[in-house]
């Protein structure tokens, strides 16, 4: 990407980094835990134009709970861990991310980061799908936005497929739709 392209991307779109980091040690230690991800995500990610524009213009960390750390494995393959589900799920949505196993912890994994662009957290500019759809419905009354948000997010995307993929697209891809709902709902460790 050209530099000039980079500066127009960085200055229309915030980024920020996020982590995940165990409900169980204090404070310090999990910002300590994040600054050791982000530091192997530099290392990493050395030669990434997104992290190279996060550091240029952005440098927002945003810590998160990412309750349990165990590696061990359930009946179905799945990693009992909340944390180590989140490292499972990132790679698996191909998502750029890092972590930190903390020798002095066993080598537990203790930090899990990543980059993302404000399609992910602004839900103001960038709206759930729920919201897009009742926006691009409009007029409509009380009661039918009442229905509308009883309905499972499958049946939303059958019911209205072109402005998902219209949704999709605003909010820059299958990715990003991953990464929204992995952050819903999540708590500041």
Same mark, same amino acid.
């Given at each position: 990407?050209?530099?000039?392209?980079?500066?127009?991307?960085?200055?229309?779109?915030?980024?920020?980094?996020?982590?995940?980091?165990?409900?169980?040690?204090?404070?310090?230690?999990?910002?300590?835990?994040?600054?050791?991800?982000?530091? !192997?995500?530099?290392?990493?990610?050395?030669?990434?134009?997104?992290?190279?524009?996060?550091?240029?213009?952005?440098?927002?960390?945003?810590?998160?709970?990412?309750?349990?750390?165990?590696?061990?494995?359930?009946?179905?393959?799945?990693?009992?861990?909340?944390?180590?589900?989140?490292?499972?799920?990132?790679?698996?949505?191909?998502?750029?991310?890092?972590?930190?196993?903390?020798?002095?912890?066993?080598?537990?994994?203790?930090?899990?980061?990543?980059?993302?662009?404000? !399609?992910?957290?602004?839900?103001?500019?960038?709206?759930?799908?729920?919201?897009?759809?009742?926006?691009?419905?409009?007029?409509?009354?009380?009661?039918?936005?009442?229905?509308?948000?009883?309905?499972?997010?499958?049946?939303?995307?059958?019911?209205?497929?072109?402005?998902?993929?219209?949704?999709?697209?605003?909010?820059?891809?299958?990715?990003?739709?991953?990464?929204?709902?992995?952050?819903?709902?999540?708590?500041?460790?």
């Amino acid at each position: 990407m050209e530099d000039q392209e980079l500066d127009q991307l960085t200055e229309e779109l915030e980024l920020r980094m996020y982590f995940f980091v165990p409900y169980n040690i204090s404070p310090i230690q999990q910002a300590i835990q994040a600054g050791h991800a982000a530091l !192997r995500y530099a290392v990493t990610h050395s030669d990434d134009d997104t992290l190279k524009a996060f550091v240029d213009h952005h440098e927002t960390w945003v810590i998160l709970d990412g309750g349990t750390t165990n590696e061990e494995m359930d009946f179905d393959g799945i990693p009992l861990g909340t944390l180590n589900q989140i490292g499972e799920g990132l790679s698996q949505n191909g998502i750029d991310f890092s972590f930190f196993h903390e020798p002095d912890l066993n080598h537990a994994l203790t930090a899990v980061c990543f980059i993302c662009d404000e !399609r992910v957290f602004n839900k103001k500019n960038y709206p759930d799908f729920i919201d897009y759809v009742i926006e691009k419905s409009l007029p409509i009354e009380g009661a039918a936005i009442v229905r509308l948000r009883l309905k499972s997010a499958d049946d939303l995307q059958e019911e209205y497929n072109s402005l998902y993929k219209e949704w999709v697209r605003l909010v820059g891809g299958v990715k990003n739709v991953y990464l929204r709902e992995l952050l819903k709902g999540k708590r500041k460790a």
